[in-house]
T-cell receptor, first 111, second 113 residues
Framework: SQTIHQWPATLVQPVGSPLSLECTVE??????LYWYRQAAGRGLQLLFY??????ISSEVPQNLSASRPQDRQFILSSKKLLLSDSGFYLCAWRGPADTQYFGPGTRLTVL | GENVEQHPSTLSVQEGDSAVIKCTYSDSASNYFPWYKQELGKGPQLIIDIRSNVGEKKDQRIAVTLNKTAKHFSLHITETQPEDSAVYFC????????????FGTGTSLTVIP
């Protein structure tokens, strides 16, 4: 069966520090991968999605970037965090049957 | 692009009553409509989905209906229980593509014991 992992689960970072969040998927190949951000009490904002290795589409201009170095690995990065980057970051994958599955999320607090 | 609207934003029901959440979409090409349940501090979990070639789908106490002509779909939860309390999101997408999912803004459901 398919499993999606995210780490770390929680992260507290100072403003201006770098960021690296990792997402990996097990039990499937060539998935579509997605990064979402969810502000407190708000909906899901799509940040990036990828249909293959090295293929990244950005939905929202920001100081974040994404990379897909391996088929089942998706990384969200920033060189300098802003206060507004705080939120709940969710990775998701989409399989051949269209269904999108979410990971457990990373709670990021920027102080 | 696609636009999904979801209502109501908050919903309180007595335990045992039914709850209905409604979504509308704008792109008639969308053909896959999932519903997610998100508990506090967790990632959204798929609870039911429907494709455009079907008008209704049921799974125990949960059902989803789709009206393609009116471009709206609804989630129905019967015999609600306190553990149904969560935020529910609807979504729309075009299947078999690399297209993104378009999500509603969420409904916070509270089931009062």
């Amino acid at each position: 069966s398919q499993t999606i992992h995210q780490w770390p689960a929680t992260l507290v970072q100072p403003v201006g520090s770098p960021l690296s969040l990792e997402c990996t998927v097990e039990g499937t190949s060539n998935p579509n991968l997605y990064w979402y951000r969810q502000a407190a009490g708000r909906g899901l904002q799509l940040l990036f999605y990828s249909v293959g290795i090295g293929q990244i589409s950005s939905e929202v201009p920001q100081n974040l970037s994404a990379s897909r170095p391996q088929d089942r690995q998706f990384i969200l990065s920033s060189k300098k965090l802003l206060l507004s980057d705080s939120g709940f970051y969710l990775c998701a994958w989409r399989g051949p049957a269209d269904t999108q599955y979410f990971g457990p999320g990373t709670r990021l607090t920027v102080l | 692009g696609e636009n999904v609207e979801q209502h109501p934003s908050t919903l309180s029901v007595q335990e045992g009553d039914s709850a209905v959440i409604k979504c509308t979409y704008s792109d008639s090409a969308s053909n896959y409509f999932p519903w997610y349940k998100q508990e506090l501090g967790k990632g959204p979990q798929l609870i039911i989905d429907i494709r455009s070639n079907v008008g209704e789908k049921k799974d125990q106490r949960i059902a989803v209906t789709l009206n393609k002509t009116a471009k709206h779909f609804s989630l129905h939860i019967t015999e609600t229980q306190p553990e149904d309390s969560a935020v529910y999101f609807c979504a729309a997408t075009l299947s078999n593509t690399g297209n993104q999912f378009y999500f509603g803004t969420g409904t916070s459901l509270t089931v009062i014991p």
